[in-house]
C-alpha cells in the first residue's frame, strides 16, 4: 500500500541531506518532488499545489536545533500536512441512537456489501446486535452474498427476495429489528457501475424514508481520483457522514486517501483491505502518515494483536513457554491468530523500517500453508508431545502433508530453535499480546 508514494518521497528529502538549514534554494526541489510524487499517485493537481504551499510556508526559515537534520524535519512537517489532509484525528461511528441505522452507500464493485459484513463483525465484537438488510434489489448475488457473509459471522439477516421495492424492504426491516432487539440495522443499497438518476433517486429515497444516523459511502481506493469525483456527486445527494476505503491492499496510488477528505469535507471512518471479515480497521489519519512516510504502524499491529489474543488463553500459554511445554498445536493456534490479524506482508509492513525492505519480497498468507500440513498430519498426542517423533512418525507425517523427511526434520528443529527462544522472552511478555510485543 502507498509502496510507490512512499518511495518517491523518500527520495525527495534526499535534497536536504547534508544542508544545515532548509533554505529557498534546497526546498524548492524538495517541493517540486513532493508534488511529483503526488501528482503520480493520482491527488488533484490543486490539492498538491496547496499541499506543499503549506509546507514552503512552515518550513522555509526554520532552524535545525537539538540535532535535528534539515530532512528530520522535513519529514516531520510533511507528517503533519499528510495528517491534517486526511482529517488530523479519527471519526468514530455514532452509536448514540437505538436502534442505529448505518446506511452503505457506493458504486457496484467497489466492495459494499463485503464491508457491511466487516461493519458487522467489528459491532459485533463490541457486544452489539447487528442486522444485515438486503436492500439490492437489482443483483441477486447481492442478496446470495450478504446471506452467506452473515452466516459466516454469526449475525441476524432481513431478506425479502420477492419485494422488489427498496425502500419498503428497509421499512420492514426496521420493524423487524425493534422487534427482535436489534440494536445496530447495516442497509446494504443496490450500485451501479457508473452514477444514474435512478440509482440516486432510490438511495436517496431510503434516507428520507428510515433517517439513518449514518450513511457510509464506500469507495474502492484503486480508482483514485475517479473515487473522489463520485464521492462528489453522492455527496450533493446524500450529505454521508463518512468515507470507506476499500481494498488498500490492492496497487493503490493512495490519490482517494490523500485527497478525499479535502474534496467533500467528511472524515475517513474505515479502511479495509482483503476478503476476511476481521480485516476493517478505523482510519487514523496520523498512522496513515506515518506509514506513507516509510515509519510503520505499531499502536495498529498491537491493537490487532489485542483484538485476537484472549486474555486468559495468553497467562496459559506463558505459563506454558515458561515451562517449556509449548507444543505443536499451540503453535498451529499461534498461526490461526496471526492469521485472522490480516494480509501478512500489510502486518510485517506496520512494523517500522519494514515496509521498504518488503517491497519484492512474495509474502501472503499462504505462507503458512506448509507448516499448517506439517502439524495436521500429526495426531493429537503427537502434537502435544513434539517427544513422541520417532523417525517412523516422521515418515507417515512426511507422507499426509507432501513434504520430504529433510523437510520435516528441518520444521522440527526450528519449532525447538523457537522454543528456547520464546522461554528466554518469557520474562518480558505481556498477557494478551503477542510474545516480544510491549506497550
Not at 41 to 66: L, R
Not at 389 to 399: F, G, N, T, V, W
Request: no cysteine; net charge positive.
Amino acid at each position: 500500500m502507498f509502496n510507490s508514494l512512499s518511495e518517491k518521497l523518500e527520495s525527495a528529502f534526499k535534497h536536504l541531506k547534508g544542508q544545515a538549514r532548509i533554505n529557498d534554494l534546497n526546498v524548492a526541489n524538495t517541493l517540486k518532488d513532493i508534488r511529483k510524487a503526488l501528482l503520480d499517485a493520482d491527488v488533484n493537481f490543486k490539492i498538491a499545489k496547496e499541499f506543499t504551499d503549506k509546507i514552503k510556508e512552515k518550513a522555509i526559515g526554520e532552524k535545525v536545533i537539538n540535532a535535528i537534520s534539515p530532512g528530520q524535519l522535513m519529514v516531520k512537517i510533511v507528517q503533519d500536512e499528510l495528517t491534517t489532509l486526511m482529517g488530523s484525528s479519527a471519526s468514530l461511528l455514532d452509536l448514540s441512537k437505538s436502534p442505529t441505522i448505518i446506511l452503505v452507500a457506493g458504486l457496484q464493485g467497489s466492495g459494499k456489501t463485503t464491508f457491511s459484513g466487516k461493519l458487522a463483525t467489528y459491532l459485533k465484537a463490541q457486544k452489539k446486535s447487528p442486522l444485515l438488510v438486503a436492500a439490492d434489489i437489482y443483483r441477486p448475488a447481492a442478496m446470495d452474498q450478504l446471506t452467506v457473509l452473515a452466516e459466516q459471522v454469526g449475525v441476524d439477516i432481513f431478506v425479502e427476495r420477492e419485494n422488489k421495492n427498496a425502500v419498503s424492504i428497509v421499512q420492514n426491516a426496521l420493524v423487524y429489528a425493534k422487534a427482535n432487539n436489534k440494536n445496530i440495522i447495516i442497509v446494504d443499497t443496490a450500485g451501479r457501475l457508473a452514477v444514474d438518476e435512478v440509482m440516486m433517486n432510490e438511495v436517496a429515497d431510503i434516507k428520507a424514508a428510515i433517517n439513518p444516523q449514518e450513511i457510509l459511502f464506500v469507495v474502492d481506493a484503486m480508482t483514485g481520483q475517479d473515487a473522489v469525483n463520485t464521492a462528489k456527486v453522492f455527496n450533493e445527494r446524500l450529505d454521508f457522514t463518512g468515507v470507506v476505503l476499500t481494498k488498500l491492499d490492492g496497487d493503490t496510488r493512495g490519490g482517494a486517501a490523500l485527497s478525499i477528505k479535502y474534496t467533500v469535507d467528511k472524515p475517513i471512518k474505515f479502511m479495509s483491505s482483503g476478503e476476511k471479515m476481521e480485516t476493517l480497521d478505523i482510519f487514523y489519519p496520523d498512522r496513515m502518515a506515518q506509514r506513507i512516510l516509510g515509519m510503520g504502524d505499531i499502536s495498529s499491529l498491537v491493537e490487532k494483536a489485542q483484538a485476537q489474543f484472549d486474555e486468559a488463553e495468553a497467562k496459559k500459554l506463558e505459563k506454558k513457554i515458561r515451562k517449556n511445554q509449548f507444543d505443536f498445536e499451540d503453535f498451529l493456534t499461534q498461526i490461526q491468530q496471526i492469521k485472522k490479524m490480516g494480509n501478512i506482508k500489510d502486518l510485517m509492513g506496520m512494523i517500522p523500517g519494514m515496509g521498504k525492505s518488503l517491497k519484492d519480497v512474495d509474502i501472503n498468507d499462504n505462507s503458512f500453508k506448509g507448516v499448517e500440513a506439517i502439524i495436521q498430519s500429526m495426531t493429537v498426542l503427537e502434537r502435544r508431545n513434539p517427544d513422541l517423533l520417532s523417525p517412523s512418525r516422521k515418515q507417515r507425517i512426511a507422507k499426509g502433508s507432501g513434504k520430504d523427511i529433510g523437510e520435516i526434520n528441518a520444521f522440527i528443529k526450528q519449532f525447538d530453535q523457537m522454543k528456547q527462544m520464546m522461554k528466554q522472552m518469557s520474562g518480558g511478555m505481556v498477557p494478551g499480546k503477542m510474545p516480544g510485543l510491549r506497550r
